[in-house]
């Protein structure tokens, strides 16, 4: 699995923005994500969404200001980002969990199998 991730870029606090990620192949119990990673921090969990369902999860810190969103025709997984604050800057990464059955969303990083090249996020304030 391929995935090709894009949309980064630079706002201002209190602004958005909406980040792409194309996977090569998706499967039902696949799982997609986003993790970020801030310099000199660990890469965290942001976000994830079921392949099949729909269904989606978010850290805390992002809830009701981020929402991750899927188009199944075009393998597509979508973060949108507002009330972005200048501790959202980071490089965000899109991940796929390669599961072969059903389970429940999973937030750390080494759960996910196939990850592609970040995209800077940049906000200031």
């Known amino acids: 699995v391929q995935l090709q991730a894009s949309g980064g870029g630079s706002v201002q606090a209190g602004g958005s923005l909406r980040l792409s990620c194309t996977a090569s192949v998706m499967f039902a119990m696949y799982h997609m994500g986003w993790f970020r990673q801030a310099p000199g921090k660990e890469r965290e969990f942001v976000g994830a969404?079921?392949?099949?369902?729909?269904?989606?999860d978010y850290e805390d810190s992002v809830r009701g200001r981020f929402t991750i969103s899927r188009d199944g025709a075009k393998n597509t997984m979508y973060l949108q980002m507002n009330s972005l604050k200048p501790e959202d800057t980071a490089v965000y990464y899109c991940a796929t969990r390669a599961s072969s059955r059903l389970t429940s969303i999973r937030r750390l990083p080494s759960d996910y199998d196939y990850w592609g090249r970040g995209t800077q996020v940049t906000v200031s304030s």
């Open positions: 969404i079921t392949w099949r369902a729909g269904k989606t």
